[in-house]
């Protein structure tokens, strides 16, 4: 009885300032271990260099994949240790800018190319890679237009890894028992909704939890009514535009109409990605717009019932006749690496960089993820299967890939903006309320921009 | 002495007066930008109406925590302060969701109250003989009214083990000699136990509110303030405000906010405790 109210007084203490420490402190606090070795990369076999290398491939096959790939390394340079720290994708995005923000940047880091990596950049946090490209043909190796969106001022702040494009991966059972052919336009999609709307079947699997997913479909309906070059002049954060183009306010209707004939999962808001992809894999949803990271998941036994992984195949998004954009085009990007400005372990991290995207690995890679590497010959047809030698023909017939607005749009600007689609699948925000909160957010930055 | 005010300027003053200073700056650790803004960040996150959303259920939050915790933390109080082996072991089985780290009671309920997979409904599915689809997390119009029940499960073992403290202070005799005059259960209930547990309910009320302003992992952990904000709170609104949307002193503009707060309902109960004592 003593000891309970000792605990009771404590407690009574204790929780108030425990409330304070955590309101105030939780965006100023990091920890202050881990030490490099601090001998330039240049470590022994008994002692070897550690590299530290931030992974978001968490789920199998990838992470076996990689670990493999690190395995060998570690047997061809005994003297570099990899010391992988894997994160969830969605967790990832916070975690690296924290660890940034606290000068715990790993050494070698996975990043999203465009204005996410573009930021890193400005602030002098990854180390300009340009001269180490041009070493014996490190550069050459890779897709072409795998590299622009690495390049900010002059330098290139990174290296491409894997190809990123969205796709409708659909149920082809579902689609065969009525009929239906894969849509090749807008109006054509919107039959195909029709149908399985009409028997009671959701049309489309989708999760917006992580408030993502929604805004790929703004994207590329954008992109088709916008024209892809007037998108990326808008996205720009110092001389962005206004998207006063009548094509925004076009395409966000068109996605409210999904939205409003119930084509989409319900609730989608608080349906995560795991929960989508199993709702696709049970035919309980007939289509799933998806990116080719799912490629993998939905041919890897493990996750995936071993009956659905012959039944889905897929198309690209319909065009959209009168648009203004090329019809032909794809949405996605490459993602990839950067090396810390201030790593302890320069060559090191460049070794390992470079070994990690040498053709022989990407080959490996290609084998064993079934997704596109961004090194050139890294897909083969003894490597590939199918539907990712589909994709990578699909890539080198497009006539370009417009880059998801998300990673091309400032912090703050999308983080509104994501919000805001938010609201208008709740059917709380209209789309002109959409466009709207994108300009102010959009205006401010460029204000912000502006006084740096 | 000396220790401890070094602990406590290191890891409270400090972070406070840094979060007060950051409050009136842009800063961007990861462009590297820092620029003085005054009150601007204040009059920003003021008249963000997600301030305003997670504020509301903040309040609705340490309201519901009020009525379901408190009245519920006292009757099992009441019924289980015996010593006998089976309120023993009862207080200890309500007391043990306490024990569990918040982020694995996050992922737990997280997989009980899935709206397509959910074990919940896959119960009420089998006891109704209709296949229940309530989103329990994903219905903006239940989220939230949800993770308040997970917190009211987690918490009411701990605030009955308070007042449970409480109610052995009080002297046998009180209870023995009401116990002979007839006094039923309830009478003494309401006649002696909560009058003389009145110092110890405000504390706890107290702690309740507190607990409830500054809630956070349970709401990260399972939906990180979705459907649409539905379950935005004010830490989970600081979070996405300094780390996702990277607006370092609007965050902490938020979590000024949340000071003063957690200040004022500190000065309250310094006042109601002062007028107790003066009784």
């Known amino acids: 009885m003593r000891r309970t109210t000792a605990t009771r007084r404590a407690a009574f203490l204790a929780l108030p300032l425990l409330s304070l420490i955590v309101a105030i402190g939780l965006p100023a606090c990091g920890n202050g271990e881990e030490a490099g070795n601090g001998d330039g990369g240049t470590g022994t076999a008994a002692s070897p260099t550690v590299v530290e290398f931030a992974s978001i491939w968490v789920n199998p096959p990838r992470k076996p994949a990689l670990e493999k790939v690190i395995e060998e390394f570690e047997t061809v340079h005994p003297d570099i240790r990899i010391d992988t720290e894997f994160i969830q994708p969605d967790a990832y995005k916070m975690a690296i800018r924290t660890k940034v923000a606290a000068g715990e940047a790993p050494d070698v880091f996975f990043v999203w190319p465009g204005e996410w990596l573009w930021k890193f950049a400005r602030g002098g946090q990854v180390m300009d890679l340009t001269e180490e490209l041009d070493e014996d043909g490190w550069g050459d190796r890779f897709l072409p237009n795998s590299m622009p969106l690495f390049e900010y001022e002059g330098g290139t702040y990174g290296v491409p890894m894997l190809m990123q494009c969205k796709y409708f991966f659909y149920n082809q059972q579902m689609f065969e028992d009525r009929d239906l052919a894969e849509p090749a336009t807008w109006d054509e999609l919107i039959h195909v909704c029709e149908t399985f709307a009409g028997e009671g079947t959701t049309p489309i699997a989708l999760s917006n939890a992580q408030a993502w997913p929604l805004h790929h479909y703004a994207t590329i309906l954008w992109q088709r009514l916008v024209g892809e070059d007037q998108l990326l002049r808008d996205y720009d954060r110092v001389t962005g535009g206004d998207f006063s183009h009548p094509g925004y306010r076009q395409g966000l209707e068109m996605l409210e109409e999904l939205i409003s004939q119930g084509y989409f999962t319900p609730d989608a808001n608080g349906v995560d990605r795991d929960s989508a992809r199993l709702l696709f894999a049970s035919d309980e949803s007939a289509m799933f717009y998806t990116g080719t990271w799912d490629l993998g998941w939905f041919q890897d036994e493990s996750l995936t019932p071993a009956e659905f992984i012959d039944n889905w195949w897929m198309f690209q998004f319909p065009s959209v006749p009168g648009g203004e954009g090329n019809q032909s085009y794809m949405m996605g990007a490459p993602d990839g690496y950067a090396i810390a400005a201030d790593t302890d372990v320069p060559e090191a991290a460049l070794t390992w960089l470079r070994y990690f995207t040498s053709p022989d690995v990407s080959k490996q890679l290609v084998d064993e993820l079934q997704e596109l590497v961004c090194v050139e010959g890294a897909v083969t047809d003894q490597n590939a299967g199918p539907r990712l030698q589909k994709y990578a023909n699909d890539l080198s017939s497009a006539p370009g890939v417009t880059p998801w607005a998300d990673i091309m749009l400032e912090s703050s600007v999308r983080e509104a903006f994501l919000d805001a689609l938010q609201g208008m699948l709740d059917g709380t925000v209209s789309p002109e309320g959409v466009l709207q909160r994108l300009r102010e957010a959009h205006a401010k930055a460029r204000e912000e921009a502006a006084q740096e | ?279």
């Open chain 2, 1 to 279: 002495m000396t220790p401890a005010l070094v602990v406590f300027c290191l890891f409270a003053l400090g972070p406070i007066l840094f979060g007060l200073v950051l409050a009136a700056f842009h800063w961007d650790p990861v462009g590297g930008t820092t620029r003085f803004v005054g009150l601007e960040n204040f009059q920003d996150i003021l008249t963000d109406p997600r301030t305003h959303s997670a504020l509301k259920n903040n309040l609705l939050w340490i309201t519901l925590s009020l009525v379901v915790q408190l009245p519920l933390a006292l009757v099992l109080a009441a019924a289980l302060s015996d010593a006998s082996r089976s309120s023993r072991l009862l207080r200890t089985l309500f007391f043990s969701p306490l024990v569990i780290p918040a982020v694995a009671i996050g992922l737990l309920f997280g997989i009980v109250l899935d709206g397509h997979f959910g074990v919940l409904n896959a119960a009420l599915s089998l006891a109704t003989d209709e296949p229940t689809r309530i989103g329990w997390l994903s219905d903006r119009r239940i989220a939230l009214l949800a993770l308040i029940g997970v917190a009211c499960w987690q918490y009411t073992g701990f605030h009955m083990m308070v007042l449970l403290a409480g109610i052995q202070s009080i002297p046998r005799e009180l209870y023995e000699a009401a116990a002979i005059d007839g006094a039923s259960w309830w009478q003494r209930l309401r006649g002696i136990t909560i009058p003389l547990l009145r110092r110890v309910m405000l504390v706890d009320a107290l702690l309740i509110a507190i607990g409830s302003i500054k809630i956070f992992d349970l709401v990260w952990v399972t939906t990180q303030g979705g459907p649409n904000n539905a379950t935005d709170v004010l830490a989970t609104h600081m979070y996405s405000t300094a780390i996702m949307s990277e607006r370092m002193g609007a965050g902490s503009a938020v979590a000024v906010l949340m000071l003063a707060i957690t200040l004022l309902l500190a000065l309250i109960h310094a006042r109601l405790a002062a007028r107790e004592g003066s009784d």
